[in-house]
């Protein structure tokens, strides 16, 4: 049986990525399907706002 992994209810509310968590990153690395080097990436060039960084990544924010 395969499980669904869903988003935390830790990070549900957030309006911005925090890159220097490793929890937090790898969790929005999985949800827009980019390595974090990618997401990284995309922090540095648009800043931490997940609206943003999805735009940027042409990704669903939610």
Do not use: C, N
Not at 4 to 32: L, N, P, Y
């Amino acid at each position: 049986m395969q499980s669904v992994r869903t988003m935390s209810t830790e990070f549900k509310g957030k309006t911005h990525i925090d890159i220097f968590d490793r929890v937090m990153r790898e969790e929005w690395a999985q949800r827009f399907g980019v390595s974090e080097e990618r997401l990284r990436k995309a922090v540095t060039m648009v800043g931490s706002r997940i609206t943003s960084v999805a735009a940027y990544l042409d990704k669903p924010a939610s």
